[in-house]
Each structure stands twice: as structure tokens, then as C-alpha cells.
């Protein structure tokens, strides 16, 4: 009794189809699905094993990209073989047919993007670390996303070629819009040529801090359309390449030195013998410290102003590009500059005004 009610409901037909033809669909998808698991796990363990003996790694670096798609592929088998048991119309079949050919080109594209990543990240990244420019580096990642696009597009041109759509109609659209799109992409162009230009005459490179645009941050990643910059406030700003062939760029990464200027102010009452010995003390301190320019430490009496003698105080500070070097080197000076001229007893100016009552009479 129990047999026959499986046997009656397996044998129901749906769309032409029984339930047990459309079980064996699914079971052939998933048995090709273990299979293609089964393989990747030999390829990953044993055939990788004695890729890894052989003297070159492009062996390995192929068998690396085949290793995930093999069960793609596999399974792409079984749906094929599937799909063929059942009883479809030539309309359904067509497009069964249609939808296997556009997952075949997706399969490859993918196996061929990470075979190209592999070769770049094995082959190039390696070559470029031992050169002395950072061009090279620059150019890695962009390579990666080039060479995906180039893939994708042309995979997109094939699968529009699989759906029935004619190429050279679409090129020859493209060939009579080129001149709205070469209006509608000058903006892009210009960003383009502005990255190129970035990439010449390399004005800044990866993780210098610049000044750009009222901007002021290290960079963080240089693209061929648009420099990405970390902001000293933590934020990060996404800049178009073609602001750098119109804006002013201050490379600070590139300053040999920062130089630190400013004033201080005596009280008038304070004789020259004092200034003299305020001027010294400041110049000792500023000379022994380990991060200032020996050679560029300039203290002199500058000028009389409204209120106070002013001494007039510049250095600069060899800091390598690192920010921190500097706010350390200043803080550590300012406060030993505090401290002496305080020990010595010197006398700070701050504003004052004299004001004198007339008496009438």
C-alpha cells in the first residue's frame, strides 16, 4: 500500500514531467556537486603536492585558479545532463541551452581573473618590491582592476553575443553616440589624464602627506581616476585626479625639514645684558635638542613692539615626514623654554595699556 503511494505520487506529472524525473534532475546536480567537491579536494591536496616539487610556480599557480571553479564546473555538467532527462520543448530547451553557454563564459571569466591576479600578485608584486621606484608599486593595483574589467567586457560581449544581440550593431551605436559620450565623458577624461599625469611625474606618492584643495591629509590609495587621502581628523576624501594639474600641491611628506617660527615677548624693564642671556639660553636649548637642524637656528632681538622687547625664534625640525616627530619636538622645547627663562627670572610681556586722566581746571 505504502509503495504504491510513492509509486502513484512519484509517478505524477507535472509540465510533462513525473516528480521522479525532476528528483533526478535535482540529484544529478547535486551528485555532479559532490564530484566537483571530491576533485577540488584531490587537486588542492594531491596534484598541488606535486605542483609544489617542480621548479617553476606557474604550475601551482594554475592549478590555485582551477581549484574553486572545478566544482562550478562540474556542477555545470550535471545541470546540462539534467536538464536533458526531462521532457522540455525546443523553446524551453533553447533557453535551458542559452542559460548553460552564458554560465560556461561566467566560469571562465572567473578562472581567468584568478589566474591574472595570481600571475600579478606572485610575478609582479615580488619584481616591483625590489625596484627602487614606487611607480611600480602604484601601477599593481590598477593593473589588477584593468585586467578584470578587460576580462568582464569582453565576457559581456560574448554573453550579449549568446542572447542574440548583434556586436556590431552595438559598436557601431557606440562609434555614432561617441560624440555625446565624449561630452558627456570629458569630466572622466580629464580625471584619466590627471591620473596619468600623477603617475609621471609622481608629485606625491603612496602614504605622503599633502595639501591639496584646502585638504590636508596622507594618502591613502592612488587610482587612475580619483586619489583617496586620510584627513588629519581621521576622514577620509576622495579626490579627482584632475584637481591635481589645477590645484597648487604641497607635498610636506618631501619637506627636508618643518620650520618653527615665533615670538617672544619681554617686558620693557628687561636690559640688553638680559636679552643677550635669554637669546643663549633659548639657542642651547633649541642646539642640543636630537630632532632640530644644528646648522638653521636663528634667535635674535627683532623689533620693540607696543608692549614688549620682542626675541624672534626660528629652527626647523628634521622629521622624516612624521607629524608626530614634530608636535613632540615643539612641545619638548616650548616647556624647557617655559621652565629657564622662568629659573632665570625673566619676565613675560602681555598687552597693557596706560591710561592718563587730565584734570580739568
Not at 593595483?141 to 550593431?169: E, Q
Not at 626675541?311 to 625640525?317: N, T
Request: no cysteine.
Amino acid at each position: 500500500m505504502v509503495m504504491e503511494l510513492i509509486s502513484e505520487i512519484l509517478d505524477y506529472n507535472i509540465l510533462g514531467n513525473s516528480i521522479w524525473q525532476y528528483l533526478l534532475f535535482v540529484g544529478t546536480i547535486f551528485f555532479t556537486y559532490i564530484i566537483g567537491k571530491i576533485l577540488n579536494y584531490i587537486i588542492k591536496t594531491i596534484i598541488l603536492s606535486f605542483t609544489r616539487k617542480t621548479k617553476t610556480r606557474l604550475d601551482d599557480l594554475i592549478i590555485d585558479a582551477v581549484s574553486p571553479p572545478i566544482i562550478f564546473f562540474v556542477s555545470l555538467f550535471g545541470f546540462y545532463i539534467g536538464y536533458n532527462l526531462l521532457n522540455l520543448s525546443e523553446k524551453v530547451i533553447k533557453i535551458f541551452s542559452g542559460l548553460t553557454d552564458v554560465l560556461v563564459i561566467i566560469g571562465i571569466s572567473w578562472l581567468l581573473i584568478r589566474f591574472l591576479d595570481s600571475i600579478i600578485e606572485n610575478y609582479f608584486v615580488p619584481f616591483t618590491a625590489k625596484t627602487k621606484s614606487d611607480l611600480d608599486d602604484q601601477l599593481v593595483p590598477i593593473l589588477r582592476k584593468l585586467s578584470k574589467v578587460i576580462v568582464i567586457i569582453i565576457a559581456g560581449l560574448m554573453i550579449l553575443n549568446k542572447l542574440g544581440y548583434n556586436i556590431n550593431s552595438i559598436l557601431a551605436g557606440l562609434g555614432l553616440g561617441g560624440l555625446a559620450f565624449a561630452l558627456a565623458a570629458k569630466d572622466i577624461l580629464a580625471n584619466l589624464f590627471g591620473g596619468v599625469a600623477v603617475f609621471t611625474s609622481q608629485p606625491f606618492k603612496i602614504g605622503d602627506r599633502i595639501k591639496v584643495d584646502g585638504h590636508d591629509g596622507h594618502v591613502q590609495t592612488i587610482e587612475i581616476r580619483t586619489t583617496t587621502i586620510k584627513t588629519l581628523d581621521g576622514t577620509h576624501v576622495i579626490i579627482p585626479n584632475s584637481k591635481f594639474s589645477e590645484q597648487i600641491i604641497e607635498n610636506i611628506t618631501r619637506e627636508p625639514a618643518r620650520k618653527i617660527a615665533f615670538t617672544i615677548g619681554l617686558t620693557y624693564d628687561t636690559p640688553p645684558q638680559r636679552i643677550q642671556k635669554a637669546i643663549e639660553i633659548i639657542k642651547d636649548i633649541i642646539a642640543k635638542h636630537n630632532h632640530t637642524v644644528k646648522k638653521e637656528i636663528n634667535v635674535f632681538f627683532d623689533e620693540f613692539g607696543n608692549f614688549s622687547l620682542n626675541i624672534k625664534v626660528i629652527y626647523f625640525i628634521d622629521y622624516k615626514g612624521n607629524a608626530e616627530i614634530v608636535f613632540k619636538t615643539k612641545n619638548e622645547i616650548n616647556n624647557e623654554i617655559l621652565t629657564r627663562l622662568n629659573k632665570e627670572k625673566f619676565n613675560f610681556a602681555f598687552p597693557t595699556q596706560t591710561i592718563e586722566l587730565v584734570k580739568k581746571r
